[in-house]
């Protein structure tokens, strides 16, 4: 096994928060840069990074014709077309979470790190069997969130479970920002989550319009031309993880004018 | 606690905080309930036994006595806050069974003393 590769779980605890789909832009994001990444879909009761990907018409096996052994890996692999350091190994049959272990899932990743730099495991919500499994292969962890109480709280639990797994580092990727709302405080702020987390900030990613229409093209941000905020903040995820020290964009000073600096002004933290 | 010109503005004004101000303040107290894994009523119960080991010492207001749990950096503590009526004893002074007779033994009395006992720190990671 490639002792290099980077095993990435990236989880949330609530659902809905963005895990897919900064799998699906980090993957090609970091395909871009020549690295040779694969993206696991764990989530096998509801699978979706596939149809993130524009990959869905594609599949013939998935990890479960692997772990069974009536495939080879390389069958069941999907090589993405636009990006061809990046390939896909999808999730099999719901059923498969009867039978399915946390040794299973090791055994894919170490399978996985034989032939690719980087693993991300697209990991089910919840903190039940799915998401259990799915930490087993992980070594590191992309923990996200929005600015939100329930998510938060959500979050805390995961790390909690991450840290006695022994999961490190774990960093935070802050999802779906509203810039405005966050610079009027009604919004928590990423300093505020990240001092209630303690965990270090990879990125920010706005609440971003292009998010949809990129889904329903099945082409992720990163992809495309697109310099979106969120494709922007994408791409700059993939970069930080590359060790790049690239600025974190303050939300607050995305406003401009008077009025924004006032409000700026005013949620300074004086003590 | 950390408080921005709006919440001092906003608390001038009688107005509510920004709703992100309380957005915190209860993350801050349901994570410590969370990650202290402790159930209500196991809370409720030290409580009550710290109340009674401290209650052996000195007399404590128990209106104004409060143990609560608070966390931050992912550690958790329990801090305690419970002002003090008057001593019982002289400090550094257990009582025993022994010496039960001094009790005209003239106290100091110190009044409603605010006392700060805490950290009896714990991580529960
Ligand atoms: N930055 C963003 N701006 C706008 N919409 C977003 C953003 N991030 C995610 N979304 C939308 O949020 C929804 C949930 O995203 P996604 O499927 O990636 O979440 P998830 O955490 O994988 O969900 P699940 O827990 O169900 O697996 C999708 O409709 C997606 O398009
Ligand atoms: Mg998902």
Same mark, same amino acid.
């Given at each position: 096994?490639?002792?290099?590769?980077?095993?990435?779980?990236?989880?949330?605890?609530?659902?809905?928060?963005?895990?897919?789909?900064?799998?699906?832009?980090?993957?090609?994001?970091?395909?871009?840069?020549?690295?040779?990444?694969?993206?696991?879909?764990?989530?096998?009761?509801?699978?979706?990074?596939?149809?993130?990907?524009?990959?869905?018409?594609?599949?013939?096996?998935?990890?479960?014709?692997?772990?069974?052994?009536?495939?080879?890996?390389?069958?069941?692999?999907?090589?993405?077309?636009?990006?061809?350091?990046?390939?896909?190994?999808?999730?099999?049959?719901?059923?498969?979470?009867?039978?399915?272990?946390?040794?299973?899932?090791?055994?894919?990743?170490?399978?996985?790190?034989?032939?690719?730099?980087?693993?991300?495991?697209?990991?089910?919500?919840?903190?039940?069997?799915?998401?259990?499994?799915?930490?087993?292969?992980?070594?590191?962890?992309?923990?996200?969130?929005?600015?939100?109480?329930?998510?938060?709280?959500?979050?805390?639990?995961?790390?909690?479970?991450?840290?006695?797994?022994?999961?490190?580092?774990?960093?935070?990727?802050?999802?779906?920002?509203?810039?405005?709302?966050?610079?009027?405080?009604?919004?928590?702020?990423?300093?505020?989550?990240?001092?209630?987390?303690?965990?270090?900030?990879?990125?920010?990613?706005?609440?971003?319009?292009?998010?949809?229409?990129?889904?329903?093209?099945?082409?992720?941000?990163?992809?495309?031309?697109?310099?979106?905020?969120?494709?922007?903040?994408?791409?700059?995820?993939?970069?930080?993880?590359?060790?790049?020290?690239?600025?974190?964009?303050?939300?607050?000073?995305?406003?401009?004018?008077?009025?924004?600096?006032?409000?700026?002004?005013?949620?300074?933290?004086?003590? | 606690?950390?408080?921005?010109?709006?919440?001092?503005?906003?608390?001038?004004?009688?107005?509510?905080?920004?709703?992100?101000?309380?957005?915190?303040?209860?993350?801050?107290?349901?994570?410590?309930?969370?990650?202290?894994?402790?159930?209500?009523?196991?809370?409720?119960?030290?409580?009550?036994?710290?109340?009674?080991?401290?209650?052996?010492?000195?007399?404590?207001?128990?209106?104004?006595?409060?143990?609560?749990?608070?966390?931050?950096?992912?550690?958790?503590?329990?801090?305690?806050?419970?002002?003090?009526?008057?001593?019982?004893?002289?400090?550094?002074?257990?009582? @025993?069974?022994?010496?039960?007779?001094?009790?005209?033994?003239? @106290?100091?009395?110190?009044?409603?003393?605010?006392?700060?006992?805490?950290?009896?720190?714990?991580?529960?990671?």
């Amino acid at each position: 096994m490639a002792p290099t590769t980077r095993t990435i779980l990236i989880c949330s605890g609530k659902g809905g928060v963005g895990k897919t789909t900064l799998t699906a832009n980090l993957g090609i994001a970091l395909g871009r840069q020549g690295i040779r990444t694969v993206v696991l879909d764990a989530d096998f009761g509801l699978r979706n990074l596939d149809l993130l990907l524009g990959l869905e018409n594609r599949i013939v096996y998935t990890a479960q014709e692997v772990l069974a052994e009536s495939c080879r890996l390389d069958q069941a692999l999907v090589k993405h077309k636009q990006e061809p350091n990046l390939a896909l190994l999808p999730a099999g049959n719901p059923r498969m979470l009867e039978w399915l272990k946390p040794e299973d899932m090791q055994r894919i990743a170490s399978m996985l790190a034989e032939q690719f730099d980087y693993v991300l495991i697209d990991c089910p919500a919840g903190i039940e069997d799915g998401f259990k499994n799915a930490v087993a292969a992980a070594k590191e962890a992309i923990v996200v969130t929005t600015p939100e109480v329930s998510a938060v709280r959500d979050a805390d639990r995961v790390i909690g479970l991450l840290n006695t797994q022994g999961v490190s580092p774990i960093q935070l990727v802050l999802n779906r920002v509203r810039p405005k709302m966050m610079a009027n405080q009604e919004m928590l702020a990423a300093d505020d989550v990240t001092d209630i987390l303690a965990l270090p900030l990879l990125g920010l990613l706005l609440e971003d319009e292009q998010v949809i229409v990129s889904t329903n093209r099945g082409e992720p941000l990163t992809l495309t031309k697109s310099n979106s905020p969120a494709a922007r903040g994408y791409a700059n995820i993939a970069r930080r993880l590359q060790g790049e020290d690239v600025p974190l964009m303050d939300p607050a000073k995305e406003g401009r004018g008077l009025r924004a600096k006032l409000w700026q002004l005013m949620q300074t933290k004086i003590f | 606690m950390a408080m921005t010109l709006r919440d001092i503005l906003n608390k001038l004004l009688g107005r509510q905080p920004a709703s992100a101000t309380t957005a915190r303040e209860r993350l801050q107290l349901v994570l410590a309930h969370d990650r202290s894994d402790l159930s209500p009523e196991l809370l409720e119960q030290m409580r009550r036994e710290i109340f009674e080991v401290v209650a052996k010492y000195v007399e404590i207001d128990l209106e104004g006595g409060e143990v609560s749990l608070e966390t931050e950096d992912r550690m958790t503590a329990l801090v305690a806050n419970l002002p003090i009526k008057r001593s019982i004893k002289p400090a550094a002074n257990p009582p @025993s069974k022994a010496d039960e007779s001094e009790d005209q033994e003239p @106290s100091e009395t110190k009044e409603a003393e605010e006392s700060k006992e805490s950290e009896a720190g714990e991580s529960s990671d």
